[in-house]
């Protein structure tokens, strides 16, 4: 469920209506919902239990007034970066709600979490627990930890998005699990609390995530026998969200009810506090990306509509040939007509949607891509040297500017010129 929807024929988020903030911000600019961001928080939260741990996956949208809403709500936060662990601790994130993740962290970066006092380093290799146990111990800290293991069970909407196959980088590999796990027991600079595991992204197979969590199960189980059980288990993210349901669609709470009581059976008895890291899920479609029509461009066999957004500010179609609905903000009563939606990017990949039916379009009038609010500003880049897009927050019937528009001044200052230059 989210809260956009059409009120007097125009577009709204939540109580504030999308032509407006086009016209106060500019376009483009994406505009996120204070509302379905803390429902889907709660829905999560509760369909895995009041007592588990849920760290919003910051790599889905990093907004800090995302990140402000959902620290409001007592959410932990997963992280991949010290820029992740930097900007939750600047939305309010206390340091003991913050897990690390990621196979290539830096000794820099350990360090800086491990000052930091954060909850939980979620370890990827053998490399990085001995790294990262010196740091600790050099700070004369034990760093609490879990081991990220790879079941050889993958999943997700994409291939780019699958993460927990044996050909995968990610955590240590499924023979060397147990090994690694002692070794981390006897070291001077860790704490060991459990384990890991995270298969992939927009995952509906709720199948291969049940048999990914048995296998982490056995593991404790097996550990536990030779005297070290586990206190943690984090069963990371991936739970999938409906992107091309059509006008109107809504997020079953039916599916998430399947989830937690899979994940209620498969760790039935196991005395372990269980943790959780979506992303797509709590920010997916709490965000809508609005642009503007700029072109029409007709050809014999099709009408390229260009509009102000590009690839750039949302990569989704082009990498992983992600499909959007797209909403008029103010749908015309003319004809449905069919549409290539394109970026203005000098490459063919910035196409948005292929032969999409809308209400007819001309230029001046706006369109919203629908659940753009996961891996959308977060994974936006400044490519032809275009501005990074506006961020709005809405609550209610108020909106704020949580990143304002990238100024040029801004963009070309990040560039120095070669001394030899002068
Ligand atoms: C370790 C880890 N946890 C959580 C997530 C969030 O996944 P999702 O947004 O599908 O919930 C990711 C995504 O790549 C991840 O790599």
């Known amino acids: 469920m989210h809260h956009f929807d059409y009120r007097n024929g125009v577009l709204h ?49 990093g907004n800090l007034g995302v990140l402000m809403t959902l620290a409001r709500l007592g959410a932990g936060v997963d992280t991949v970066s010290e820029g992740e662990i930097r900007k939750a601790l600047a939305a309010g994130v206390p340091a003991n709600r913050i897990v690390f993740s990621g196979v290539g962290k830096s000794a820099a970066e350990l360090a800086f979490a491990v000052e930091a006092g954060i909850y939980q380093v979620n370890v990827e290799s053998e490399g990085e627990l001995e790294t990262l146990s010196k740091i600790a111990e050099q700070r004369g800290k034990r760093q609490a930890i879990v081991l990220r293991v790879n079941p050889e069970i993958g999943a997700g909407g994409h291939a780019k998005i699958t993460t927990g196959g044996a050909a995968n980088k990610f955590g240590v590999s499924w023979s060397e699990a147990e090994r690694l796990y002692i070794r981390a027991a006897n070291m001077p600079g860790v704490a060991i609390k459990g384990l890991a595991v995270h298969i992939g992204s927009q995952i509906f197979d709720f199948g ?69 890291e979506p992303g797509r899920l709590i920010a997916g479609n709490a965000g809508v990306l609005v642009t503007r029509v700029l072109y029409l461009n007709a050809r014999a066999d099709r009408t390229f509509l260009v509009v102000d957004a590009a690839m750039n500010d949302l990569v989704r179609p082009a990498m992983y040939e992600a499909h959007h609905e797209i909403w008029p903000v103010t749908p015309s009563d003319g004809p449905m007509r069919s549409y290539d939606v394109v970026g203005p990017i000098c490459e063919s990949s910035d196409t948005f949607a292929v032969q999409r039916s809308l209400p007819e379009l001309k230029p001046g009038d706006l369109i919203a891509f629908m659940t753009a609010g996961a891996y959308g500003a977060s994974m936006s880049s ?13 609550k209610d019937d108020q909106f704020a500017v949580t990143r304002p528009r990238q100024t040029y001044e801004e963009l070309l200052g990040l560039d120095r010129a070669p001394a030899w230059m002068n």
């Not at 919902?33 to 910051?58: C, D, I, N, P, Q």
């Not at 969200?241 to 039916?254: A, C, I, S, W």
């Not at 400044?382 to 809405?394: A, C, I």
């Open 382 to 394: 400044t490519y032809n040297q275009r501005l990074l897009v506006p961020e709005v927050l809405v």
């Open 13 to 61: 988020a939540e109580g504030v209506d999308l032509a407006t903030i086009a016209r106060e911000v500019g376009t483009p600019v994406y505009v996120y919902s204070s509302a379905t961001l803390e429902r889907h928080y709660r829905v999560f939260k509760e369909a895995v239990g009041e007592k588990s741990h849920v760290f919003y996956a910051v790599k889905a949208n």
């Open 208 to 276: 291969a995530l049940e048999a990914a969590f048995q296998r982490m199960r056995g593991l404790i189980e097996k550990l536990a026998a030779q005297g070290l059980p586990a206190s943690r288990l984090d069963l990371g993210g991936g739970v999938g969200v409906p992107y091309e349901l059509g006008y109107p669609f809504n997020y079953g709470t039916d599916s998430l009810e399947t989830y937690g009581r899979m994940v209620r059976e498969v760790t039935r008895g196991l005395d372990v506090e269980l943790g959780f």
